[in-house]
């Protein structure tokens, strides 16, 4: 009966933080595909686009090693109502702008309430997660993340083919007025237990609050990953553009929506049963296969192939590397190590957005494309050799031993 009750996953409390999580994602992935389609319309400069990405990600960068601090003062709760309120301001205020410097202040202060936003949201269902279902249970909170990265791009490009940026304003702060209700409806009951483990690690450094060396590869490795998908939420408009694809080319991230539906239940429990490099080598290859794929998509039909095979690889990347720099660093730091992950996905995204961009107008979307694709394979590379210099390191201890 105990381990019944201690593997019991579908709380009320899991499926309330998954429902506003996707919620959220929906609405501020919809703002990040938004804006630089937005820019790039009115400056006529593609870079320009790729820096309001940029300056967001990087703003959310800043923010994640500060949440800890905010646990300890503040009920986690109440912050996070309060960041979406002032998410919900910003959006406001971005009526009618067309100054870019204020517009990539707007940004920068979205970024900072992304950042806070998504690590509160990553602990408090990472506190709900049994440890013996740690994969299976990212995965799912993983699901909500990505299914609301996907669909916000997706949502964003479509309404910005009908109608003007104002439309999709409206739209996110529904959405975003939406989520703060539901956040509401989140107990925390968790407080006490997350502010003591707060409190500990601050005694002992505020870096070993913010950082752990055992969740590096992890992020690193992904952050690989998510320069890459910075490209399709940014740049697939572009691509369609430049293939006379039209609006067809929103339909991408449907498919890869469909993908990570479809993946994400199983990719989970192998993870829990038999590891990571069961998921990584399979999806490192389908991602570098389905780039190459995407950098001839001058017909929808190859564009459609290329969604399914990214879409896989994307579905099974981002939920493993996470809950295997959670099951590096143990429970007890598992706010560390969900910050330092996403801070990575962050990182990739806002280099993403800044350099791809600048490929993209020096070679063309196809190209740039094709030319991502030597970054995972790269990913896949560096975790090879990882893997290796762990046996080595492990048969020579077995040796000196």
């Known amino acids: 009966m105990e381990q019944h009750e201690i593997s019991k996953l579908w709380t009320w409390q899991y499926i309330v933080t998954i429902g506003t999580t996707f919620l959220f994602f929906l609405s501020f992935q919809a703002l990040l595909g938004g804006f630089p389609v937005y820019v790039t319309e009115i400056s006529g400069n593609p870079s320009k686009g790729g820096i309001m990405t940029t300056a967001f990600m990087l703003a959310a960068i800043v923010s994640r090693p500060f949440v800890g601090t905010l646990i300890q003062k503040f009920n986690m709760k109440v912050t996070l109502i309060a960041a979406l309120i002032l998410g919900i301001a910003t959006i406001i205020i971005s009526f009618g702008k067309e100054a870019y410097m204020l517009l990539v202040a707007i940004r920068i202060v979205q970024g900072l309430l992304f950042g806070i936003i998504t690590t509160l949201l990553a602990t408090m269902a990472t506190n709900l997660i049994p440890i013996d279902r740690i994969g299976e249970g990212i995965g799912y909170f993983g699901l909500a993340t990505s299914l609301g990265t996907t669909f916000g791009p997706m949502i964003a490009i479509s309404i910005l083919h009908t109608f003007p940026f104002k439309n999709l304003l409206l ?68 691509l369609g553009t430049e293939n006379h694809l039209g609006g067809k080319v929103s339909l991408f991230f449907l498919i890869v929506a469909g993908m990570l539906v479809l993946t994400r239940p199983f990719s989970g429990r192998i993870y829990d049963r038999w590891g990571h490099k069961y998921l990584v080598y399979p999806a490192g290859v389908l991602g570098v296969v389905g780039l190459i794929t995407l950098s001839f998509s001058h017909h929808i039909t190859i564009l459609f192939i290329a969604a399914v095979l990214y879409g896989i690889a994307y579905g099974v990347m981002q939920p493993t590397m996470q809950a295997w720099a959670v099951s590096r660093v143990g429970h007890g730091k598992a706010g560390t190590a969900n910050a330092m992950t996403l801070n990575f996905m962050d990182l990739g995204m806002a280099i993403g957005a800044a350099t791809l961009g600048r490929v993209a107008a020096g070679v063309g979307y196809n190209e740039m494309f094709g030319l991502s694709s030597i970054l995972v394979a790269a990913m896949l590379v560096f975790y090879l050799l990882r893997k290796k210099e762990q046996k080595t390191v492990f048969a020579e201890n077995i040796k000196s031993a």
Not at 171 to 187: A, D, M, R, Y
Not at 205 to 222: C, E, H, Q, T, Y
């Open 171 to 238: 739209f996110i702060i529904l959405i975003t007025c939406v989520t703060t209700i539901g956040s509401i409806f989140i107990k925390s009951e968790k407080k006490e237990m997350v502010a003591a483990s707060a409190h500990k690690v601050e005694k002992q450094s505020f870096w070993s609050n913010a950082f752990d060396k055992r969740a590096l590869l992890p992020g690193i490795l992904v952050c690989l990953f998510y320069i890459t998908f910075s490209g399709t939420v940014n740049f697939i408009d572009g």
